[in-house]
C-alpha cells in the first residue's frame, strides 16, 4: 500500500477484484488486464476531498466502498448537492464539480484518457457510461426544478418519496428505504438547514407519517407524504 502526498492511499486492484465490478464484469482478461494498468483503488477517510474543480488529476471514479457526495460550490457559501454516489456508481473528476467521502470511501480511480479511448472499443462499457450520465443528468434537472419552485418541506417530501421509488422496499407496515444518510447528509441533498431538516422528519415522525431508525425510514403513509410533496399552483 502507498500513500500520495494529497493523503489517500492507493494500490493496484488485481482481475478478480475488476471482475466484481458490474460494469467490468462482461469484460474478457485480456481487456481487464488494460483497465488494470491505468487504475488504482484510493481509500479517503470521512469528509475528505475526493476532487474538486481544476484538478489536474483527470480520472473516471467508480464507487466501491461508503458513499461519496458530488457538489458544486459558490464563493457566498453556497452548496448545490448533485448526488450521493454509492457502490458501483461511477463518475468524472473533469466534470467541474466537487466530491467528498460522507464516510470512509474507497474508490477505483482510472485514467481518463486511457478510459475513453477503451470505452470507444467496447460498446458494453459505453453503454454503462451513457446510462450513468443520463441518470446523473436527470437527478441533475430534478434537483434544480425543486430548488426552484418548491418549498423545503415539499422538496425533502419529494426526496423521501424518489429514494423509495428507487430502493424502497414494500413491508407490511409500511416501505422501507435503507437510506445510509445521515440528517445532515439529507439536509445537503434537499437545500436546507441540518435544524429545518431535522424538525420536518420530527414532526413527520410524530404526525406517524414516518418513522426513522438512524439512516433508515418507514413510509408509513405515504399518500399522505405525497399530498406533502405537491407543488403549489
Known sequence: MLENKTGWEFWIMDL?????IPLLRALRDEQLEILQGNAQIRDYKKNKRIFEPGCKDNFIMIVLEGKVRIYLAYPDGKEFTIAFLEPGDIYSSHS?????AREAAQILAISAKAFHLFM???????????????????????????????DIDKRLARFLLDAAKEKGVIKEEGTFINLGLSVEDIALAVGSSRQT???LLNRWERDGVIKRNRKTVFLLDEPRLQELGERTE
Open 96 to 100: 467541474k464539480t466537487f466530491a467528498e
Open 120 to 150: 470507444l472499443n467496447n460498446p458494453t462499457i459505453l453503454i454503462g457510461m451513457v446510462k450513468a450520465l443520463g441518470d446523473s443528468l436527470g437527478n441533475t434537472l430534478r434537483i434544480i426544478e425543486n430548488l426552484a419552485f418548491l
Open 16 to 20: 478478480n477484484e475488476l471482475r466484481r
Open 197 to 199: 431538516a431535522s424538525m
